[in-house]
């Protein structure tokens, strides 16, 4: 399964560009360990894996996909979801691309090469789980995990056509995530379909000592959750979220979903999230903000790359700081800096906190009535490379629907729903109540 694994990366990692390191040498040799145990009972044993390169992974180089961790060689821990694997005994194949240190949307922030959409490489992958989403769609790797702020593993999963789980903010450690914006990442899995999605969170999923805000709750047996039956689920679809900028042709993938649902007893009503229409400002100034004081570690210091041509210590903090980043993680450090100073703090981040809570809100409203809301987990199918590049208002405009699941913590996932008129795939977004990913499962499932 391994050697295979690597087989196809060799036929189509030349053009899909999914992975930045391989684990070759090392993974066939555990591979062949695996072999000669005579217990194979372990919850994924021998799956090939990739993991996003935000995760740390001990003696295999973290990257980022930024120049400043290029020579990040030797990570001295593995994050707690790489331990629960490896005790699940899966196998890492390797590493894989993402935009520069999860900001953007389309994997064309990685400040290696741009990964491409294996329906068709002139196409993004989105992001900035990009190469998460294409090594599974490509079929080289049986699942991979990737980390979502604000999309980053639904809106990928959408554009490449499988399944992206963003479980409730808590239910997974981010021990040994490399942190953007700390009170909305999470890390979840992206599979081919639901039950694999479910069999892996079953194994990283739970409360972590090293990760205070991972959560003390029990984590339930999500595989079983998969019953197929939906009858009586009721189902809240917010007009927000097939509203303008939604392209016609994902309204239409949607409707027809929904009378999927309907066929198998679902019912479901129209909604509204009223505070939809302020997630975007909300969170670009909270995820800027936490990551313009998550970034500042990175100082030439203590790891990554220092700059060669430093006068004195300022100027070499200054330094390596400008030669290290890309132009989209300076743009969010200067704003995130900006938000949070004396004068402004107030009038910007206080008050998107405050829109936060109106927006968790929403939901509570919502989950008082409704078991799941349902809607596309983008506007579009996934657009060229190149497309959006020049504005960074209309790639961010991309993120409208993922976003306000981050702000309010809750549970989401994309699943595919059919095709869009450029061919390529559309996906279904169905969000859950906190701690509820069971009948999220359950929903996307039935719908599978
Ligand atoms: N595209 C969004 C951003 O650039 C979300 C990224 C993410 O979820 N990591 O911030």
């Not at 004195?312 to 949070?340: H, W």
């Not at 994309?414 to 996906?427: A, H, K």
């Amino acid at each position: 399964l391994v050697k295979s694994s690597y087989e196809r990366i060799r036929e189509v990692d030349g053009d899909v560009k999914a992975f930045l390191t391989l684990n070759e040498e090392d993974a066939l040799d555990k591979a062949r360990e695996l072999d000669k145990l005579e217990d194979k009972s372990a919850a994924l044993f021998g799956m090939p894996a990739g993991i996003k390169d935000n995760i740390v992974t001990k003696g295999i180089r973290t990257t980022c996909a930024s120049q400043f961790l290029d020579n990040f060689m030797d990570p001295l821990y593995d994050a707690t979801v790489m331990n629960k694997l490896n005790d699940a005994q899966i196998v890492n194949v390797g590493k894989l691309n993402m935009d520069e240190f999860a900001m953007g949307s389309s994997n064309e922030n990685s400040s290696y090469e741009a990964t491409r959409n294996p329906w068709n490489t002139d196409y993004v992958p989105g992001g900035s789980s990009g190469g998460s989403a294409a090594s599974v769609a490509a079929g080289e790797v049986l699942f991979s995990l990737g980390s979502d702020t604000g999309g980053s593993i639904r809106q990928p999963a959408s554009y490449c056509g499988i399944v992206g789980m963003k479980p409730t903010y808590g239910r997974v450690s981010r021990f040994g995530l490399v942190a953007f914006a700390s009170s909305l990442d999470q890390i979840g899995p992206l599979t081919r379909n639901v039950e694999d999605n479910a069999r892996v969170l079953e194994v990283i999923a739970g409360h972590d000592v090293m990760d205070s805000t991972s959560a003390d709750v029990e984590v339930p047996n999500f595989t079983e959750a998969l019953t197929g039956d939906v009858k009586g689920l009721k189902i809240a679809v917010p007009k927000e979220y097939l509203a303008e900028g939604v392209s016609p042709e994902v309204k239409d993938r949607i409707h027809k979903a929904l009378e999927v649902y309907e066929s198998l007893g679902a019912t479901w009503e129209e909604v509204s999230l009223p505070h939809s229409k302020y997630a975007l400002s909300a969170y670009y100034l909270i995820a800027s903000s936490e990551a313009s004081a998550n970034l500042a570690r990175f100082d030439g210091v203590r790891y990554g790359v220092r700059s060669e041509n430093a006068d004195n210590m300022i100027d070499m903090f200054k330094k390596s700081r400008s030669e290290g980043f890309g132009d989209e993680v300076k743009r969010r450090i200067m704003l995130g800096t900006f938000a949070l100073s004396s004068g402004y703090y107030d009038a910007y981040y206080k008050k998107a906190q405050k829109v936060r809570t109106l927006i968790k809100q929403d939901f509570d409203e919502i989950f008082a009535s409704y078991d799941v809301v349902v809607g596309p987990t983008a506007p579009t199918p996934a657009f060229r490379v190149g497309e959006k590049t020049e504005d960074p208002m209309t790639m961010y405009a991309n993120d409208i629907l993922t976003i306000p699941v981050n702000l309010a913590g809750v549970p989401g996932i994309s699943i595919p729903c059919g095709f869009g008129e450029n061919g390529l795939p559309v996906g279904l977004q169905i969000i859950g109540q906190h701690f509820d990913e069971e009948t999220v499962y359950r929903a996307a499932h039935a719908f599978e």
